[in-house]
């Protein structure tokens, strides 16, 4: 299953790609689903890459990723997620990121990639496309409200003011 997804954002390419790339750890900072997040112990299987991956504790339990692919100057990241949640049907999930100049704007994509067990792949891939296709619209409208404001969107100063995400914290820490 493939989605794919693409936002225009009124900030610079490089102020989009600090947050995606160099700051690639604190997607906790902005994301909603992600309640808090971190760097993951390792060595990176990508030279380029600034960390191995990422720890995060998120609104359906921790995930560990690994970064796949960075490429400074395409502004480009994908990493692969596991999580203890994650059904085991779910054989592989890779979701990149690239970012693009569109004059004094930026343009990013986001592409997932899931590969889902026969027959789950007919019976589940429906509704799973719903769900990611959710996750992807929330995250990218979180990503362009900090990239233009600085602040996180309002649905993640809800998000964490939530006792999940309080917990979460607490058990991250």
């Not at 610079?12 to 690639?24: H, K, S, T």
């Not at 991956?53 to 960075?70: D, K």
């Not at 596991?82 to 986001?110: A, C, E, Y």
């Not at 979180?142 to 003011?161: F, I, N, Q, S, W």
């Amino acid at each position: 299953m493939k989605i794919s997804r693409t936002i225009n954002i009124n900030a610079p390419a490089e102020r989009v790609w600090d947050i995606l790339g160099p700051n690639y750890t604190k997607a906790g900072d902005w994301a909603s689903s992600v309640y808090v997040s971190d760097a993951r112990p390792g060595t990176p299987k990508v030279a380029a890459a600034p960390v191995a991956g990422r720890v995060c504790q998120t609104s359906l339990g921790p995930f560990t990723e690994t970064i796949e692919a960075f490429d400074e100057g395409r502004r480009h990241v994908a990493y692969s997620a596991t999580g203890d949640k994650m059904p085991g049907f779910v054989k592989r999930l890779v979701n990149s990121w690239t970012v693009h100049t569109s004059g004094s704007m930026s343009r990013v994509q986001i592409e997932l990639n899931a590969d889902i067990a026969f027959p789950f792949n007919i019976l589940m891939g429906p509704m799973m496309k719903l769900q990611f296709g959710k996750v992807l619209r929330e995250a990218t409208e979180e990503l362009k409200h900090y990239a233009e404001t600085g602040k996180p969107h309002p649905r993640k100063v809800k998000a964490d003011a939530s006792k999940k995400a309080v917990k979460a914290r607490e058990v991250f820490a």
